[in-house]
């Protein structure tokens, strides 16, 4: 874990050391399955993910957490409010959590994220919880990384569903109502429903642990669509060869070849988006 540790701070500080490193590990990465947990800010998402990993170990799962957090003011890196609400699980060897600042990155993605999804995978964690700050209609690339997106509400937002509807709400595969044991959360539930009939959306209480095996029952059911994880697995890819040109090249990516055939070698580990990045560039020089 503390290797791991080090290569994660290497990637944070965008550090050119990390990435021999993220290309030996490559070959050993894309069996964990993604599960993005976004939301507005103060719903419980912190909470609920707490819930999740404490049943995901008693399913003998392996679990990794990266909270995508608002860059600090004052230090530059990530605001660790989410760990302490996971403090239970911090001395659990199956259990890794760690924060990533965006650093002011568009769409709630830490340009760390994608290698620090790597580097969890090749620890062999089973399930790798990404949790983003879901603050409006741009905070939705989390979709882009995940096979499997909850989207956490509470009961008072109904007003606001119709203004997030092009946004946050399109890409839920899950809707969670959490605190419905404290506030009404019929209405806000009802809107959801209409919004689009064949999304499951719960009603949870993260703190009381009420409709919690209900939630994973649902998320397991996600990830058994192999179709479905196959194909946001190209997305991952996709994603993550154009941030590496934006970062690389400060560029959309638009010129580079991305055909189906090269998404297909990098979702099967045949080749890594470092090295391919690498080879474009010297190309185009």
Known sequence: MRSASQLLTLLERRDVQALPMLKALYPHTGKALLLGVTGPAGVGKSTLI????????????????????????LSGGAILGDRLRMHEHFLDKGVFIRSLATRGSWGGISPS??????VLDAMGKEIIIIETIGVGQDEVRIAQLAETVLVVLSPGMGDAVQTMKAGLLEIGDVMAVNKADVLQSDPLRQELQESDPNRPVLEVSAEAGSGISELLSTLEGFF????????RKARFAREELQ??????LEAQGKGFPFTED?????VLRKKDPYTLIEGW?????
Do not use: C, M
């Not at 994220?113 to 790597?118: M, V």
């Not at 058994?224 to 194909?231: C, E, G, I, M, N």
């Not at 941030?243 to 690389?248: D, Q, T």
């Not at 560039?281 to 020089?285: A, I, S």
């Open 113 to 118: 994220l994608f290698g620090a999804i790597h």
């Open 262 to 266: 090269l998404i297909s070698q990098v």
């Open 243 to 248: 941030w590496l040109l934006y970062e690389r």
């Open 50 to 73: 707490n819930r999740l990993i404490t049943v995901f170990r008693k399913k003998r799962k392996s679990v990794g957490v990266l909270a995508v957090d608002p860059r600090s003011p």
């Open 224 to 231: 058994k669509k192999k179709d479905l994880v196959r194909s």
């Open 281 to 285: 560039e010297k190309e185009r020089n």
